[in-house]
T-cell receptor
């Protein structure tokens, strides 16, 4: 596609529910990243996929967070048993060979 | 762990002036640096990048300077325009690992 696409753009959920966030990277990009951005804050690294290598999960804040990338393209970030502190904008980015990340517009997650 | 940080959280400049946004990094293994611009409600947009084998790189109205001796990165914007108002993030990466972002500087351009 022309750019990184994320869905949904907004998600409101109740505490304790599971949510899935989707990312469609730019076609041909080998690397895919998930970052989290709280209001007025910087970007917190969550997870990174590069080709067929094992993902770098070092940024995931707890075992409630997981992500997968199917067929080297689309990625889904899953948050189980959501908590209020999970409320943030979740940004996906893709790149070719880990340079010049191109970001999507993000998913605004609100946990009530 | 090592991190990237910024000296000034908010920078206010007059339209037409030059802007300088500074960033300190602490990971001596970082060999790739990048600046992003983020407008309200949007994802970060790439501005300019630089590798550690360079000291300076210029783009359209923007220049990035890298001082490896003091681990300092700066973004210079010439003839700042109202459309340049945004939050600017620096980021660094050691050896093709995931980028680590700083906390951001808000640039406000006064007409």
């Amino acid at each position: 596609g022309a750019g990184v696409s994320q869905s949904p753009s907004n998600k409101v959920t109740e505490k304790g529910k599971d949510v899935e966030l989707r990312c469609d990277p730019i076609s041909g990009h080998t690397a895919l990243y998930w970052y989290r951005q709280s209001l007025g804050q910087g970007l917190e690294f969550l997870i990174y996929f590069q080709g067929n290598s094992a993902p770098d999960k070092s940024g995931l804040p707890s075992d409630r967070f997981s992500a997968e990338r199917t067929g080297g393209s689309v990625s889904t970030l899953t948050i189980q048993r959501t908590q209020q502190e999970d409320s943030a904008v979740y940004l996906c980015a893709s790149s070719f060979l880990n340079e010049k990340l191109f970001f999507g517009s993000g998913t605004q997650l609100s946990v009530l | 762990g090592e991190s990237v940080g910024l000296h000034l959280p908010t920078l206010s400049v007059q339209e037409g002036d030059n802007s300088i946004i500074n960033c300190a990094y602490s990971n001596s293994a970082s060999d790739y640096f990048i600046w992003y611009k983020q407008e309200s409600g949007k994802g970060p947009q790439f501005i300019i990048d630089i590798r550690s084998n360079m000291d300076k790189r210029q783009g359209q109205r923007v220049t990035v300077l890298l001082n490896k001796t003091v681990k300092h990165l700066s973004l210079q914007i010439a003839a700042t325009q109202p459309g340049d108002s945004a939050v600017y993030f620096c980021a660094e990466s050691p050896g093709r690992r995931a980028l680590t972002f700083g906390s951001g500087t808000r640039l406000q351009v006064q007409p």
